[in-house]
């Protein structure tokens, strides 16, 4: 049972480049999340999506792209990574009012 | 909007010792609270979460947390700290379970 993967684990990158974190999950969850984890910050949450073609933005949405065209995929895109959003970017899933799944997380290191 | 404030960001604690983790929440409406635990290299776990049925809820590995209104504190407790236990705790408050707040987490450290 793979859960929820992402994908990569580990992402270095320069500063201006186009980077995408790919999440999937294979529970059939509705709701999927990005967040990014900074020390001092905890987990702050960037965009979720309630279902395909819904998303919403989060506390931290600037400087971040999501799409959701199929239920089990949750794409995050930087469109011009910037120093400070190298962090560590996790992906979450759950049903309505259920508890969030959260994936192994990728970390992102900006140039 | 809510927010959490976890109280101290690293405790120590002996083996066998009490293990408390402090919580304090605020929310304009009823909230669900969360405690996660995060091991190194990987995601959050969910130890417990409390949704108004019990103010006592009691979750995996031995801990627990009690929901206190009056003081809008969710502290989290285990009897007996084992070594296992050292990891990084988040608490986080919802008030519609999908629109989560984190607090910034407590690394516990525990002692031979």
């Known amino acids: 049972d793979a859960g929820i993967t992402q994908s990569p684990r580990y992402k270095i990158t320069e500063t201006g480049r186009q980077v995408t974190l790919m999440c999937h999950q294979t529970w059939s969850h509705s709701y999927m999340f990005w967040y990014r984890q900074d020390l001092g910050h905890g987990l702050r949450l960037i965009y979720y999506?309630?279902?395909?073609?819904?998303?919403d933005k989060g506390e931290v949405p600037d400087g971040y792209v999501v799409s959701r065209s199929k239920t089990e995929n949750f794409p995050l895109t930087l469109e011009s990574a910037t120093r400070s959003q190298t962090s560590v970017y996790f992906c979450?899933?759950?049903?309505?009012?259920?508890?969030?799944?959260f994936g192994p997380g990728t970390r992102l290191l900006v140039l | 909007a809510q927010s959490v404030t976890q109280l101290g960001s690293h405790v120590s604690v002996s083996e066998g010792a009490l293990v408390l983790l402090r919580c304090n929440y605020s929310?304009?409406?009823?909230?669900?609270l969360f405690w996660y635990v995060q091991y190194p290299n990987q995601g959050l776990q969910l130890l417990l979460k409390?949704?108004?049925?019990?103010?006592l809820v009691k979750g995996i590995n031995g801990f627990e947390a009690e929901f206190k209104k009056s003081e809008t504190s969710f502290h989290l407790t285990k009897p007996s700290a084992h070594m296992s236990d050292a990891a990084e705790y988040f608490c986080?408050?919802?008030?519609?379970?999908?629109?989560?707040?984190f607090g910034a987490g407590t690394r516990l450290t525990v002692k031979p």
């Open positions: 929310s304009s409406v009823p909230p669900y």
């Open positions: 979450a899933s759950s049903e309505l009012r259920g508890t969030q799944y």
């Open positions: 409390y949704t108004s049925a019990a103010t």
């Open positions: 986080a408050v919802s008030d519609n379970n999908n629109d989560m707040r």
């Open positions: 999506s309630a279902a395909a073609d819904i998303t």
